[in-house]
């Protein structure tokens, strides 16, 4: 689990805005890109979105996991964009129990659980041949899972995420990691990093390593930052090593900044990746 951080989202946002008044409105929705809420239910549970759906009908659907603090300019200008394409796009902007805030080494299950229903029950609103799935920081993570255990995605792109996911959450320096941590340390008298990687796993079951080989038969690719330390560089480079990606962008910087300049300098290459993959499932 990675703690959703309000000042994150503020800061994506200023910085998207900031770009907004000096020139770059063309990287956001206008006409029928303009972004729609919905709600999708299953029994007791309900999945929150932003719906983008474009002038013609599409073969093609993007899905966005977004990063920590949840959904925010960043994943609209992506979502925009690719609109713009011809992708019909659902940006996964909440869903039931998506901020638990218990500190039991079970809760990372149900909570990287709950995000793969909320995908799987978006993915059945989706009639098209081509779906493909971005995800960012904590995003990430649920799209390094989401790459091996659903089937109708052809393509996933992830931004700053790694694996084994309980080494991102005991090495994660973000400061609701390193508090969970010394939390877990005095109620559970844990003693080293590597006891609590160890509950964690035992507790946990679906390490992108530990889920097959399904994702092999995707696209994939990867955006690293090489000083990451919220997610670390280390495991970040561990999921490039299990993927192989076809498609990789090396950022030399943190993970704040690995994320806007992905998105700054590198958001032609995402629409390409998914426009070749798009190219070669619609040829068939």
Same mark, same amino acid.
């Given at each position: 689990?990675?703690?959703?951080?309000?000042?994150?989202?503020?800061?994506?946002?200023?910085?998207?805005?900031?770009?907004?008044? *000096?020139?770059?409105?063309?990287?956001?929705?206008?006409? %029928?890109?303009?972004?729609?809420?919905?709600?999708?239910?299953?029994?007791?549970? *309900?999945?929150?979105?932003?719906?983008?759906?474009?002038?013609?009908?599409?073969?093609?659907?993007?899905?966005?996991?977004?990063?920590?603090?949840?959904?925010?300019?960043?994943?609209?200008?992506?979502?925009?964009?690719?609109?713009?394409?011809?992708? !019909?796009?659902?940006?996964?902007?909440?869903? $039931?129990?998506?901020?638990? $805030?218990?500190?039991?080494?079970?809760? %990372?299950?149900?909570?990287?659980?709950?995000? !793969?229903?909320?995908?799987?029950?978006?993915?059945?609103?989706?009639?098209?041949?081509?779906?493909? &799935?971005?995800?960012?920081?904590?995003?990430?993570? =649920?799209?390094?899972?989401?790459?091996?255990?659903?089937?109708?995605? #052809?393509?996933?792109?992830?931004?700053?995420?790694?694996?084994?996911?309980?080494?991102?959450?005991?090495?994660?320096?973000?400061?609701?990691?390193? #508090?969970?941590?010394?939390?877990?340390?005095?109620?559970?008298?844990?003693?080293?990093?590597?006891?609590? @990687? !160890?509950?964690?796993?035992?507790?946990?079951?679906?390490?992108?390593?530990? &889920?097959?080989?399904?994702?092999?038969?995707? #696209?994939?690719?990867?955006?690293?930052?090489?000083?990451? *330390? @919220? @997610?670390?560089?280390?495991? !970040?480079?561990?999921?490039?090593?299990?993927?192989?990606?076809?498609?990789?962008?090396?950022?030399?910087?943190? =993970?704040?900044?690995?994320?806007?300049?992905?998105?700054?300098?590198?958001?032609?290459?995402?629409?390409?990746?998914?426009?070749?993959?798009?190219?070669?499932?619609?040829?068939?």
């Amino acid at each position: 689990m990675m703690l959703k951080s309000a000042n994150l989202i503020h800061i994506f946002n200023c910085i998207g805005m900031a770009l907004f008044s *000096t020139g770059c409105a063309s990287l956001f929705g206008h006409g %029928h890109c303009q972004p729609e809420q919905k709600t999708y239910s299953d029994a007791d549970f *309900t999945v929150k979105t932003l719906n983008y759906i474009p002038a013609h009908p599409s073969d093609k659907t993007l899905f966005i996991f977004p990063p920590t603090g949840g959904t925010n300019i960043i994943d609209k200008s992506y979502a925009s964009k690719f609109c713009k394409k011809g992708y !019909q796009v659902y940006v996964l902007d909440g869903w $039931t129990m998506d901020q638990e $805030t218990e500190i039991d080494f079970e809760i %990372h299950q149900r909570f990287y659980s709950k995000a !793969q229903k909320a995908l799987a029950l978006v993915l059945n609103q989706s009639k098209t041949k081509f779906n493909g &799935l971005i995800g960012t920081s904590v995003g990430g993570l =649920h799209a390094s899972i989401s790459a091996s255990v659903q089937d109708r995605l #052809d393509a996933v792109f992830v931004i700053t995420a790694g694996t084994p996911i309980a080494e991102v959450v005991v090495y994660s320096d973000q400061k609701a990691m390193k #508090d969970l941590k010394q939390r877990r340390k005095e109620k559970f008298k844990t003693t080293s990093d590597a006891e609590q @990687v !160890q509950r964690i796993r035992q507790a946990f079951h679906l390490e992108p390593f530990q &889920l097959g080989d399904r994702y092999k038969n995707k #696209d994939l690719g990867v955006s690293i930052a090489t000083q990451d *330390t @919220v @997610v670390p560089a280390e495991q !970040q480079n561990k999921l490039k090593s299990l993927w192989k990606p076809i498609k990789e962008i090396s950022i030399p910087n943190d =993970h704040f900044w690995g994320i806007v300049r992905t998105w700054l300098f590198h958001s032609d290459e995402l629409v390409e990746f998914f426009e070749q993959s798009s190219r070669a499932q619609l040829l068939f």
